[in-house]
Nanobody, 126 residues
Framework: QVQLAESGGGLVQAGGPLRLSCAPS????????MGWFRQAPGKDREFGAA????????YYADSVKGRFTISRDKAMNTVYLQMNSLKPEDTAVYYC???????????????????WGQGTQVTVSS
């Protein structure tokens, strides 16, 4: 069952911003690291950004560094991805994921995450 729900995707012109949100369903992920991945048709899921369980540390793929910002709310539950200066190459389905492990160590590979949302489409036009 889906336990994370992404929202905020849509069509945007190159150079524009979008803000994605990831909300839990059925449980809280406030004590675990979270991440954003993206997947274009025919391609593997690609790491975008991650945030530690406390929100104190963030990680970014080189492809989005300086343009995207990951954050989480006061409850450390809902996670956001602020995307600026979007490029057509950013077009993909964006997935929110949670890494529910005892260590609570953040990760940057899809295989290390065990809860996923259904994805939200981001299309950047040019």
């Amino acid at each position: 069952q889906v336990q994370l729900a992404e929202s905020g995707g849509g069509l945007v012109q190159a150079g524009g911003p979008l803000r994605l949100s990831c909300a839990p369903s059925g449980r809280t992920f406030g004590h675990y690291p979270m991440g954003w991945f993206r997947q274009a048709p025919g391609k593997d899921r690609e790491f975008g950004a991650a945030i530690s369980w406390s929100g104190s540390t963030t990680y970014y793929a080189d492809s989005v560094k300086g343009r995207f910002t990951i954050s989480r709310d006061k409850a450390m539950n809902t996670v956001y991805l602020q995307m600026n200066s979007l490029k057509p190459e950013d077009t993909a389905v964006y997935y929110c994921a949670a890494r529910v492990v005892e260590s609570r160590v953040a990760a940057t590979t899809a295989s290390e995450y065990n809860y996923w949302g259904q994805g939200t489409q981001v299309t950047v036009s040019s």
